[in-house]
């Protein structure tokens, strides 16, 4: 059975950082693009960075320039360093796998974890 495991959420104040990781018992990791969603309270869940095996990343406008996704295959594991929060990034945040995640095809789903950044 395949797991998403996320840690890094936490309560942080407007201008801190968060790094969130999810390590994945995929057994090809590399294969499927990686990504993070988020949903914040009576919104709908968006897409906020997505990076593919290869290292091509793609985000969210309301991200750019300040949260960056990496991922370690070796590891499979997948970071999102998030800088200069916002209250607005205020949301359960939710590692996904995929082969076409950019599309809405997410395969797997990590339980999500809590990022609350207060102004």
């Known amino acids: 059975q395949v797991q998403l495991v996320e840690s890094g959420g936490g309560l942080v104040q407007a201008g801190e950082s968060l790094r969130l990781s999810c390590t994945a018992s995929?057994?090809?990791?590399?294969?499927?693009?990686m990504g993070w969603y988020r949903q914040a309270p009576g919104k709908q869940r968006e897409l906020v960075a997505t990076?593919?095996?290869?290292?091509?990343?793609n985000y969210a406008d309301s991200v750019e320039g300040r949260f960056t996704i990496s991922r370690d295959n070796a590891e499979k594991t997948v970071y999102l360093q998030m800088n200069s929060l916002k209250a607005e990034d205020t949301a359960v945040y939710y590692c996904a796998a995929g082969l076409a995640i950019r599309r809405g095809a997410v395969d797997y789903w990590g339980q999500g974890t809590q990022v609350t950044v207060s102004s």
């Open positions: 990076v593919t095996g290869g290292g091509s990343t």
């Open positions: 995929l057994r090809i990791f590399n294969v499927f693009v």
